[in-house]
């Protein structure tokens, strides 16, 4: 069964960063396909990056050149380096992981973690 844990959220000030971490077990990376979404309070969940096993990688319009998504494979471990936080990027921020090719579209992942929650104050 595939697990996904999140950690290092935290509350920091406009234009400062965090890196989350999501820790995967019960699945060989190679077969997937793992993401990042946010949830703000009153607003729908949304894509903000993806990267498969062939190192592709997709990001949001709204976070591109700020955020980064990595993967450790030895360390079964997927990351988002945020840098540059804006107020507008607080939320609660998801792990997910899904088969085949880069997607920001949520139905098309299949597990989920629990989230991380960030906040950004201006």
């Known amino acids: 069964q595939v697990q996904l844990v999140e950690s290092g959220g935290g509350s920091v000030q406009s234009g400062g960063s965090l890196r989350l971490s999501c820790a995967a077990s019960?699945?060989?990376?190679?077969?997937?396909?793992m993401g990042w979404f946010r949830q703000a309070p009153g607003k729908e969940r949304e894509g903000v990056a993806a990267?498969?096993?062939?190192?592709?990688?997709g990001y949001a319009d709204s976070v591109k050149g700020r955020l980064t998504i990595s993967v450790d494979n030895a360390k079964n471990s997927l990351f988002l380096q945020m840098n540059g936080l804006k107020p507008e990027d607080t939320a609660m921020y998801y792990c997910?992981?899904?088969?085949?090719?880069?997607?920001?579209?949520?139905?098309?992942?299949?597990?989920w973690g629990r989230g991380t929650q960030v906040t950004v104050s201006s």
């Open positions: 019960g699945y060989t990376y190679s077969s997937y396909c």
């Open positions: 990267i498969d096993s062939d190192g592709s990688t």
């Open positions: 997910a992981a899904k088969w085949g090719a880069v997607s920001l579209v949520m139905p098309d992942y299949a597990y």
